[in-house]
C-alpha cells in the first residue's frame, strides 16, 4: 500500500533509497542523516537582508579591488619619481614589471584550487588578502627594481587566490535567482576599480616630484583589505561547503540566517535549501571526482562550453589595461609622462 506521503518524495529521499540497500555505503549515510530537532538556530548578529548585504559588499568589495589592481600601474608607470626611484628601467624591465603580476595571479588560481576545499571559502580568501597585505607592503616600501617585481608576484598570487574564492562565496550563498545580478555588478565594479586606480595616480601626480605620487596608489590597495579582513569574522562560511564537509547543522543555521532574523531551522524554505544542498553533495559523492579530461570535453553537460563561457571574459578583462601600460611604458621612454 502507498502512502500519500510517499508520492511527493524529495530529490534526499530518492538518493537515500539509492544507498539503503549498501551497509557499506556509510562514507554517504553519514551525510544525510537528519540534525537533531532539539538543535536551535544560533543567530548571528546579522540576519537576512542585513546579511545578504554584507556579503555582497564585502564580495563587491574585493572585486573593486581585483579591478583596482589592474590598472594601478599603468597609472604611475610614466611618473619622474617613479622613474628616478628605479633608475629609469628599460622598456623590458617594465614589462616585467607590469606582467608579472598576471603570472602571480596564475599561481594563485592554481593554489586556490588545490586548497579552497581544505580551508573554505572565507579561509581562503582570508589568506588571500594576508597574502596581498604582504605584497602591498613590499611594493609600497620598495626601493629597488628587484622588490618592487617581488611585491607584484606576491600580490598577484593573493589576488588570484581571492578571485577564485570570492565568486563561489558570494555565489553559494544567495538564491539562484539573485546569481545573475550579482554576476552583473561584480563584472562592473571589476570595471570601475581600473578607472578608480587612474584617477587615484592623476590625484597624487600633483606631487610627482616625490615618491608619494606613485607609492599611495599602491598603498590604497590596503584600504580595500582592511575592509574585507574586518567584515570578514561577522560573516558565515559558504553553507554548500559546510555541507561538503559533514557540517550540516552549521549549513542549516547559515540558512536560516540568510532567511532573516528570527527563522527558524524547521522553516520549510531553510528545510528546502537544506534537502537540495544534501542531495547535491550525496550526487557528487556518488559521481566521484572529475578527471581533466571531462572538464575539455563537451558531452552532456557541455562541459567544454561551460568553461570556455566562464574563463573566457576573465581572460579580456586584462586586455586593455595591458595595452594601456605597454602604450605608456614606450612613451615613457623619451618623455616621462606627467599628468597637468
Same mark, same amino acid.
Given at each position: 500500500?502507498?502512502?500519500?506521503?510517499?508520492?511527493?518524495?524529495?530529490?534526499?529521499?530518492?538518493?537515500?533509497?539509492?544507498?539503503?540497500?549498501?551497509?557499506?555505503?556509510?562514507?554517504?549515510?553519514?551525510?544525510?542523516?537528519? @540534525?537533531?530537532?532539539?538543535?536551535?538556530?544560533?543567530?548571528?548578529?546579522?540576519?537576512?537582508?542585513?546579511?545578504?548585504?554584507?556579503?555582497?559588499?564585502?564580495? $563587491?568589495?574585493?572585486?573593486?579591488?581585483?579591478?583596482?589592481?589592474?590598472?594601478?600601474?599603468?597609472?604611475?608607470?610614466?611618473?619622474?619619481?617613479?622613474?628616478?626611484?628605479?633608475?629609469?628601467?628599460?622598456?623590458?624591465?617594465?614589462?616585467?614589471?607590469?606582467?608579472?603580476?598576471?603570472? !602571480?595571479?596564475? +599561481? $594563485?588560481?592554481?593554489?586556490?584550487?588545490?586548497?579552497?576545499?581544505?580551508?573554505?571559502?572565507?579561509?581562503?580568501?582570508?589568506?588571500?588578502?594576508?597574502?596581498?597585505?604582504?605584497?602591498?607592503?613590499?611594493?609600497?616600501?620598495?626601493?629597488?627594481?628587484?622588490?618592487?617585481? +617581488?611585491?607584484?608576484?606576491?600580490?598577484?598570487?593573493? *589576488?588570484?587566490?581571492?578571485?577564485?574564492?570570492?565568486?563561489?562565496?558570494?555565489? #553559494?550563498?544567495?538564491?539562484?535567482? *539573485?546569481?545573475?545580478?550579482?554576476?552583473?555588478?561584480?563584472?562592473?565594479?571589476?570595471?570601475? !576599480?581600473?578607472?578608480? /586606480?587612474?584617477?587615484?595616480?592623476?590625484?597624487?601626480? =600633483?606631487?610627482?616630484?616625490?615618491?608619494?605620487?606613485?607609492?599611495?596608489?599602491?598603498?590604497?590597495? $590596503?584600504?580595500?583589505?582592511?575592509?574585507?579582513?574586518?567584515?570578514?569574522?561577522?560573516?558565515?562560511?559558504?553553507?554548500?561547503?559546510?555541507?561538503?564537509?559533514?557540517?550540516? #547543522? @552549521?549549513?542549516?543555521?547559515?540558512?536560516?540566517?540568510?532567511?532573516?532574523?528570527?527563522?527558524?531551522? @524547521? &522553516?520549510? /524554505?531553510?528545510?528546502?535549501?537544506?534537502?537540495?544542498?544534501?542531495?547535491?553533495?550525496? =550526487?557528487?559523492?556518488?559521481?566521484?571526482?572529475?578527471?581533466?579530461?571531462?572538464?575539455?570535453? #563537451?558531452?552532456?553537460?557541455?562541459? +567544454?562550453?561551460?568553461?570556455?563561457?566562464?574563463? !573566457?571574459?576573465?581572460?579580456?578583462?586584462?586586455?586593455?589595461?595591458?595595452?594601456?601600460?605597454?602604450?605608456?611604458?614606450?612613451?615613457?621612454?623619451?618623455?616621462?609622462?606627467?599628468? &597637468?
Amino acid at each position: 500500500m502507498t502512502l500519500p506521503d510517499q508520492k511527493k518524495q524529495s530529490p534526499l529521499a530518492k538518493l537515500n533509497g539509492l544507498f539503503a540497500s549498501s551497509a557499506s555505503s556509510s562514507r554517504y549515510t553519514h551525510l544525510s542523516d537528519l @540534525e537533531d530537532p532539539s538543535v536551535s538556530q544560533k543567530n548571528g548578529p546579522l540576519t537576512g537582508s542585513t546579511l545578504r548585504g554584507s556579503i555582497a559588499a564585502v564580495c $563587491g568589495t574585493a572585486f573593486l579591488l581585483f579591478g583596482y589592481d589592474q590598472g594601478v600601474l599603468g597609472a604611475i608607470i610614466g611618473l619622474p619619481s617613479f622613474r628616478t626611484q628605479f633608475d629609469n628601467p628599460s622598456a623590458n624591465i617594465e614589462g616585467i614589471i607590469a606582467g608579472i603580476y598576471d603570472i !602571480g595571479c596564475f +599561481i $594563485g588560481a592554481i593554489v586556490a584550487f588545490l586548497t579552497a576545499d581544505h580551508y573554505g571559502r572565507k579561509g581562503s580568501i582570508m589568506r588571500g588578502c594576508w597574502i596581498m597585505v604582504v605584497g602591498t607592503i613590499l611594493q609600497t616600501s620598495a626601493t629597488e627594481s628587484v622588490q618592487l617585481i +617581488i611585491g607584484r608576484i606576491v600580490t598577484g598570487i593573493g *589576488n588570484g587566490i581571492n578571485t577564485v574564492n570570492v565568486p563561489v562565496w558570494q555565489a #553559494e550563498s544567495f538564491k539562484s535567482h *539573485n546569481r545573475g545580478a550579482l554576476l552583473i555588478v561584480q563584472s562592473a565594479l571589476i570595471a570601475f !576599480g581600473h578607472p578608480l /586606480s587612474t584617477f587615484m595616480g592623476l590625484a597624487s601626480s =600633483q606631487a610627482h616630484r616625490s615618491s608619494f605620487a606613485w607609492r599611495w596608489p599602491i598603498a590604497f590597495q $590596503g584600504v580595500f583589505l582592511i575592509v574585507i579582513l574586518v567584515a570578514l569574522p561577522f560573516l558565515p562560511e559558504s553553507p554548500r561547503w559546510l555541507a561538503q564537509n559533514d557540517k550540516i #547543522e @552549521e549549513a542549516v543555521e547559515v540558512f536560516a540566517r540568510l532567511e532573516g532574523k528570527g527563522v527558524s531551522i @524547521e &522553516h520549510p /524554505s531553510v528545510t528546502h535549501q537544506r534537502d537540495e544542498v544534501k542531495a547535491s553533495v550525496q =550526487q557528487e559523492l556518488l559521481l566521484g571526482s572529475a578527471s581533466w579530461g571531462e572538464v575539455f570535453t #563537451e558531452g552532456k553537460s557541455r562541459n +567544454i562550453s561551460r568553461v570556455l563561457l566562464g574563463a !573566457g571574459p576573465y581572460m579580456y578583462v586584462p586586455l586593455p589595461h595591458t595595452l594601456a601600460d605597454r602604450t605608456l611604458i614606450f612613451a615613457s621612454q623619451d618623455e616621462p609622462v606627467v599628468w &597637468h
